[in-house]
């Protein structure tokens, strides 16, 4: 069974440049998130959905980055204007519900410079 | 606020010593999982244990609800332990909060 399949890997912007990031979730997951992990810190949650709803997007810095689901499949993160505090690995997870294991991927490590 | 706090901060081991690995939670838990991460890796799942023990090879994860806390021990610890472990819970919101981690060095 594939696992969680994000891309790119790495991507490296220029301050004000835009990117997005996509993610694959595992088959029959209806639920996906975005972590943001600086490095030598822990995951902390950006967003996530159930199916194609968005469920808590309250840590998502809203006038620069957005994320939609919307065939509650794969989903797509997007920062617009980047800076340089947004350098960071971004992980996709996916879990096939409530209370149950979480399963994530490889991350895309973007450097903002 | 929902907190996990992880400890020791860092852990330095030779090869062939047990690592035990604690993590402490705020509220009741209703998923409780441990990750490896090695340097520059990806986010890999060792255990999902809420409450009670449970087996996976050299790791034993042992988690008591009433106390909020839990345990993750590494037995006969190899230079390929070596890394971060990353303890994160589910406070009931189905999203896992995590902790800052263990960084742990197994040297030969």
């Known amino acids: 069974e594939a696992g969680v399949t994000q891309s790119p890997r790495y991507a490296v912007l220029q301050e004000g440049q835009a990117v997005s990031f996509w993610c694959d979730p595992i088959?029959?997951?209806?639920?996906l998130y975005w972590y943001q992990q600086p490095r030598d810190q822990g995951p902390q949650l950006l967003v996530y959905?159930?199916?194609?709803?968005?469920?808590?997007n309250s840590q998502l810095p809203s006038d620069r980055f957005s994320a939609v689901r919307p065939k509650g499949t794969n989903s797509t993160l997007k920062i617009q204007s980047a800076k340089q505090g947004d350098t960071a690995t971004y992980l996709c997870?996916?879990?096939?519900?409530?209370?149950?294991?979480?399963?994530f991927g490889k991350g895309t490590r973007l450097t903002v410079v | 606020g929902q907190q996990v706090q992880q400890s020791p901060a860092s852990l330095v081991l030779q090869e062939g010593e047990n690592a035990e690995l604690q993590c402490n939670f705020s509220?009741?838990?209703?998923?409780l999982q441990w990750f490896y991460q090695s340097p520059g890796g990806s986010l890999v799942s060792l255990l999902s244990?809420?409450?009670g023990t449970k087996h996976t090879g050299r790791l034993t994860s042992t988690t008591v609800t009433k106390e909020r806390r839990s345990s993750l021990h590494i037995s006969s610890s190899q230079t390929t332990d070596s890394g971060t472990y990353l303890c994160?819970?589910?406070?009931?919101?189905?999203?896992?909060?995590f902790g800052q981690g263990t960084k742990l060095s197994i040297k030969p």
């Open positions: 997870a996916s879990s096939p519900g409530r209370n149950t294991e979480v399963f």
């Open positions: 088959s029959g997951h209806d639920t």
């Open positions: 959905f159930r199916d194609e709803a968005v469920i808590d």
């Open positions: 509220s009741t838990a209703t998923q």
């Open positions: 244990n809420p409450s």
């Open positions: 994160a819970i589910d406070y009931n919101q189905g999203k896992l909060i």
